[in-house]
C-alpha cells in the first residue's frame, strides 16, 4: 500500500526538498555525491539547483586526458534519457507543472545546474512567498 504524496511543499522547506532529490538523483544514477548542492526560487517560478563536484573519478580522467566534449555529450543524453525523473521529483515537493527544465554542466569549475520552470498556479499554502536560500 502506497502513502498518498504529501502536501506541497514551501519556502525553505521546498528549496531544500529540492535540493535533497536532486543529490538523490545524482547518488543513485552517477555514483557520486555532489560536493555541494543549492537551490534558490528565482522570480516565483523558476527553481534553480546548482551542484559542484559533480564528477566522477572516470571522468576527471577522462576531461584531464582533453576527452571533456565526450563527458559532455554522455552526460548530456544520459540528462535527457532521465528529464522525468528529475521534473517528477520537483512537481511532487512543489505541487506545480514543470512546464520547462533545462539540465547542463560545466568542466571547469566543476559544475551542473538543474532548472525548473514551474507554472504560474501556486498551490494554496499557510506560508508567505517561498523563501530565497536553501
Given at each position: 500500500?502506497?502513502l498518498?504524496?504529501?502536501s506541497?511543499l514551501?519556502?525553505?522547506a521546498?528549496?531544500e526538498?529540492?535540493t535533497?532529490?536532486?543529490v538523490?538523483l545524482?547518488?543513485?544514477?552517477?555514483?557520486?555525491?555532489?560536493?555541494?548542492?543549492?537551490?534558490?526560487l528565482?522570480?516565483?517560478?523558476?527553481?534553480a539547483c546548482?551542484?559542484g563536484?559533480?564528477?566522477?573519478?572516470?571522468?576527471?580522467t577522462?576531461?584531464e586526458?582533453?576527452r571533456?566534449?565526450?563527458?559532455?555529450?554522455?552526460?548530456?543524453?544520459?540528462?535527457?534519457?532521465?528529464?522525468?525523473?528529475?521534473?517528477e521529483?520537483v512537481?511532487?515537493l512543489s505541487?506545480?507543472?514543470?512546464?520547462a527544465?533545462?539540465s547542463?554542466?560545466?568542466v571547469?569549475?566543476?559544475?551542473?545546474v538543474?532548472?525548473?520552470?514551474?507554472?504560474g498556479s501556486?498551490p494554496?499554502?499557510?506560508?508567505p512567498?517561498?523563501?530565497?536560500?536553501?
Amino acid at each position: 500500500m502506497s502513502l498518498p504524496d504529501p502536501s506541497p511543499l514551501f519556502g525553505d522547506a521546498l528549496l531544500e526538498a529540492v535540493t535533497d532529490a536532486m543529490v538523490a538523483l545524482h547518488v543513485r544514477y552517477y555514483h557520486r555525491t555532489p560536493a555541494s548542492a543549492k537551490t534558490q526560487l528565482l522570480g516565483g517560478d523558476l527553481l534553480a539547483c546548482v551542484l559542484g563536484g559533480i564528477y566522477t573519478d572516470v571522468e576527471k580522467t577522462m576531461i584531464e586526458l582533453g576527452r571533456g566534449g565526450s563527458v559532455h555529450d554522455t552526460r548530456g543524453q544520459f540528462q535527457h534519457a532521465m528529464r522525468h525523473k528529475f521534473v517528477e521529483a520537483v512537481e511532487r515537493l512543489s505541487g506545480r507543472t514543470v512546464i520547462a527544465f533545462i539540465s547542463n554542466h560545466h568542466v571547469g569549475p566543476d559544475l551542473a545546474v538543474e532548472l525548473f520552470w514551474l507554472d504560474g498556479s501556486k498551490p494554496a499554502a499557510s506560508d508567505p512567498e517561498p523563501g530565497q536560500s536553501g
